[in-house]
């Protein structure tokens, strides 16, 4: 009652803002820092200073009111022993459920009034209004956000960015604003195919058309060459075939100018799943997302090869999304703001339907996303599980850390490194595994526990039992009380990819996560085609009734840090979670739940 009465009061207030904002200037003057970093990120230089009238898209993420409503919404929802699993909203009914208040929006109105800017003219909202964009000069910006933005280059992959070290708030508008960006995520987002990727050059002549009908006719060949035929026997998926491709589909998300190629989809198919030669996915690009079939990115190709040949016939699609194009100081791209996650997840959370599989094989470290930011991308994560989308991350290449793993909160302390999304609770993380039977963790398998998102209590008593396991080893160097990850794995290693044309072996917990996506994609069919709504988010289910349909993997070690990694072990361990995918078993176990 009496936040409600102080609600009235200040939107009283507000409302007198906009008519007369003299009285009330101070307001929007006292500011205070939203988010920054101690020194320049890791990797990246100032190299000058952006134009002072570049204009700069701000993306302005609002306070989702009810979004512990939407939790709820989604772990009932997504629990297979809730009367309400399946019953995924809709995109109208998400959009209700992550709409600002009115306070929230005219607080920010009155806001931009005061710096001149017409919140009717110059807006651009999202249907729910939770996301605002508006472009603006940056050196008014700069006034707004008490911040200095510089243009960085990264001294590897010389990408040019604007970002700045700092940026504050009126202290009012805190808690209505949940991020403004592009501000200080500088990214060093990572396709999961880094250390290991290209192993060797195969003979693409070889076929591998060798019949397998049952999983323990794996041939030795996949110990050393994966194919999609190793795939389905390693996996318990021999014959399966999809009757929902009218309704279900898969997605991968590609970002950092990787294209997948068509041409090279058909020699892959010729040689590695001859039934599917002619089927061919589309692509959607996003942000000024490119096709250029003349770059064909070993990614992507790796991605798109896998999804396809896996879930064939189901209909696949790319998402490319742009938004890090070189920045030219002197060329005015006003869209050149380099926020892929968001920037994906705003168009496809804008979309009537999400597909029910997705898969991503990017990441960073979690200490280089800044905290609200990334709590909002996740946020978006859980936003795709409530209406219905599975969601697929690979879970990092670098063991439990790459480099020296020292923090960048100024303590320059030695601590492992979680990467982000995979580290983010409401998706579904993927870890890699090497061999065949049995199959072990494999060395650069990403996994570990969150430094910024708490242990959820679907997992709670699995990562407890692994906690206690590690008696007391590496404390201090990981959260014990953070969401744990990978929560599945699959093979890490071996994958035949064809580049322009050639077949190359490639590897990464990148392989891992398109291959459980194909798994999925087709349980998600079994499901559809059985008259079911598809699994959804899927954690709370392998952490209960799916765990059934898992096989545990016990062996092998994610060095890291400058120490041995953890240890794969009985149970889920932070190396390959909960295991690899049984999919005749996870068949009977996905339609048991609604039986009665
Ligand atoms: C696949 O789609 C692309 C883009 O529309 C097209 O250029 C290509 O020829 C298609 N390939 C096949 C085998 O249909
Ligand atoms: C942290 O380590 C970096 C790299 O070794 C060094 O440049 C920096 O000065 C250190 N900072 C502190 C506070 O010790
Ligand atoms: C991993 O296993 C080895 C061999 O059993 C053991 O010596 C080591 O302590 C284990 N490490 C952890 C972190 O559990």
Same mark, same amino acid.
């Given at each position: 009652?009496?936040?409600?009465?102080?609600?009235?009061?200040?939107?009283?207030?507000?409302?007198?803002?906009?008519?007369?904002?003299?009285?009330?200037?101070?307001?929007?003057?006292?500011?205070?820092?939203k988010?920054?970093?101690?020194?320049v990120?890791?990797?990246?230089?100032?190299?000058?200073?952006?134009?002072?009238?570049?204009?700069?898209?701000?993306?302005?993420?609002?306070?989702?009111?009810?979004?512990?409503?939407?939790?709820?919404?989604?772990?009932?929802?997504?629990?297979?022993?809730?009367?309400?699993?399946?019953?995924?909203?809709?995109?109208?009914?998400v959009?209700?459920?992550?709409?600002?208040?009115?306070?929230?929006?005219?607080s920010?109105?009155?806001?931009?009034?005061?710096?001149?800017i017409?919140?009717?003219?110059?807006?651009?909202r999202?249907?729910?209004?939770?996301?605002?964009?508006?472009?603006?000069?940056?050196?008014?910006?700069?006034?707004?956000?008490?911040?200095?933005?510089?243009?960085?280059?990264?001294?590897?992959?010389?990408?040019?960015i604007?970002?700045?070290?700092?940026?504050?708030?009126?202290?009012?508008?805190?808690?209505?604003?949940?991020?403004?960006?592009?501000?200080?995520?500088?990214?060093?987002?990572?396709?999961?195919?880094?250390?290991?990727?290209?192993?060797?050059?195969v003979?693409?002549?070889?076929?591998?058309?060798?019949?397998?009908?049952?999983?323990?006719?794996?041939?030795?060949?996949?110990?050393?060459?994966?194919?999609?035929?190793?795939?389905?026997?390693?996996?318990?998926?021999?014959?399966?075939?999809?009757?929902?491709?009218d309704?279900?589909?898969?997605?991968?998300?590609?970002?950092?100018?990787?294209?997948?190629?068509?041409?090279?989809?058909?020699?892959?198919?010729?040689?590695?799943?001859?039934?599917?030669?002619?089927?061919?996915?589309?692509?959607?690009?996003?942000?000024?997302?490119?096709?250029d079939?003349?770059?064909?990115?070993?990614?992507?190709?790796?991605?798109?090869?896998?999804?396809?040949?896996?879930s064939?016939?189901?209909?696949?699609?790319?998402?490319?999304?742009?938004?890090s194009?070189?920045?030219?100081?002197?060329?005015?791209?006003?869209?050149?703001?380099?926020?892929?996650?968001?920037?994906?997840?705003?168009?496809?959370?804008?979309?009537?339907?999400?597909?029910?599989?997705?898969?991503?094989?990017?990441g960073?470290?979690?200490?280089?996303?800044?905290?609200?930011?990334?709590?909002?991308?996740?946020?978006?994560?859980?936003?795709?599980?409530?209406?219905?989308?599975?969601?697929?991350? #690979?879970?990092g290449?670098?063991? @439990?850390? =790459?480099?020296?793993c /020292?923090? +960048? *909160?100024? %303590?320059?302390?030695?601590?492992?490194?979680?990467?982000f999304?995979?580290?983010?609770?409401?998706?579904?993380?993927?870890?890699?595994?090497?061999?065949?039977?049995?199959?072990?963790?494999?060395?650069?398998?990403?996994g570990?526990?969150s430094?910024?998102?708490?242990?959820?209590?679907?997992?709670?008593?699995?990562?407890?039992?692994?906690?206690?396991?590690?008696?007391?080893?590496?404390?201090?160097?990981?959260?014990?009380?953070?969401?744990?990850?990978p929560?599945?794995a699959?093979?890490?290693?071996r994958?035949?990819?064809?580049?322009?044309?050639?077949?190359?072996?490639?590897?990464?917990? #990148?392989?891992?996560?398109?291959? @459980?996506? =194909?798994?999925?994609? /087709?349980? +998600? *069919?079994? %499901?559809?085609?059985?008259?079911?709504?598809?699994?959804g988010?899927?954690?709370?289910?392998?952490?209960s009734?799916?765990?059934?349909?898992l096989?545990?993997?016990?062996?092998?070690?994610?060095?890291?840090?400058?120490?041995?990694?953890?240890?794969?072990?009985?149970?889920?361990?932070?190396?390959?979670?909960?295991?690899?995918?049984?999919?005749?078993?996870?068949q009977?176990?996905?339609?048991y739940?609604?039986?009665?």
């Amino acid at each position: 009652m009496a936040r409600l009465l102080w609600t009235v009061a200040l939107l009283g207030a507000f409302r007198s803002a906009v008519s007369k904002p003299l009285g009330l200037d101070k307001r929007w003057e006292e500011l205070k820092v939203k988010h920054e970093w101690v020194d320049v990120p890791k990797g990246w230089v100032q190299v000058g200073r952006p134009p002072t009238d570049y204009p700069l898209k701000m993306n302005i993420g609002l306070k989702q009111e009810r979004f512990d409503e939407l939790l709820e919404h989604l772990y009932e929802v997504s629990d297979p022993e809730h009367h309400r699993y399946g019953s995924h909203l809709s995109k109208e009914e998400v959009d209700e459920l992550v709409a600002p208040n009115s306070m929230t929006v005219e607080s920010l109105e009155a806001w931009l009034t005061y710096h001149d800017i017409d919140p009717v003219s110059s807006l651009a909202r999202t249907d729910a209004g939770d996301w605002v964009t508006v472009t603006i000069p940056i050196c008014k910006v700069e006034k707004m956000l008490d911040a200095k933005y510089g243009v960085y280059k990264h001294v590897d992959t010389h990408e040019t960015i604007v970002r700045t070290i700092s940026y504050s708030l009126p202290s009012f508008l805190h808690e209505h604003v949940s991020v403004i960006a592009p501000t200080t995520y500088f990214g060093t987002m990572q396709a999961m195919k880094s250390h290991v990727l290209i192993e060797e050059l195969v003979d693409d002549q070889v076929s591998t058309s060798e019949t397998v009908s049952t999983q323990t006719d794996v041939p030795d060949s996949c110990l050393r060459d994966i194919t999609p035929a190793c795939l389905f026997a390693l996996y318990n998926a021999v014959g399966y075939k999809p009757a929902a491709t009218d309704r279900n589909v898969l997605g991968v998300a590609g970002y950092l100018d990787q294209f997948a190629n068509y041409a090279d989809l058909q020699t892959f198919l010729t040689a590695n799943r001859p039934e599917a030669v002619g089927f061919n996915f589309t692509t959607e690009k996003i942000n000024g997302g490119g096709d250029d079939q003349s770059i064909p990115g070993v990614e992507a190709n790796l991605d798109i090869q896998y999804t396809v040949s896996l879930s064939w016939p189901t209909p696949n699609v790319y998402f490319s999304t742009g938004g890090s194009p070189p920045f030219i100081p002197d060329d005015f791209t006003p869209t050149n703001t380099n926020e892929p996650y968001l920037d994906w997840l705003k168009y496809v959370s804008s979309k009537p339907k999400v597909p029910q599989t997705i898969t991503t094989s990017y990441g960073d470290d979690e200490q280089t996303v800044p905290r609200d930011y990334a709590i909002v991308v996740c946020a978006l994560f859980a936003q795709l599980g409530v209406r219905g989308s599975s969601v697929l991350f #690979s879970s990092g290449d670098s063991g @439990v850390g =790459g480099g020296d793993c /020292l923090t +960048n *909160d100024g %303590r320059n302390v030695t601590q492992f490194q979680p990467a982000f999304p995979a580290s983010c609770p409401f998706v579904t993380a993927v870890g890699g595994t090497t061999g065949i039977k049995p199959e072990t963790a494999i060395f650069f398998t990403g996994g570990g526990f969150s430094n910024y998102f708490p242990r959820p209590p679907y997992q709670n008593d699995d990562v407890a039992d692994y906690i206690d396991k590690l008696d007391g080893a590496y404390d201090g160097l990981y959260n014990a009380k953070g969401r744990g990850f990978p929560d599945v794995a699959a093979r890490g290693d071996r994958f035949r990819v064809v580049i322009s044309g050639k077949t190359y072996h490639v590897g990464g917990t #990148s392989a891992s996560s398109p291959t @459980v996506a =194909g798994l999925i994609s /087709l349980l +998600n *069919d079994y %499901r559809i085609s059985h008259g079911r709504p598809p699994l959804g988010f899927l954690n709370p289910f392998l952490y209960s009734k799916g765990a059934a349909g898992l096989v545990d993997i016990v062996g092998g070690t994610n060095p890291g840090c400058g120490t041995q990694g953890f240890n794969a072990t009985a149970g889920w361990d932070p190396l390959t979670g909960l295991g690899t995918l049984d999919f005749g078993k996870l068949q009977s176990l996905v339609l048991y739940e609604d039986e009665d």
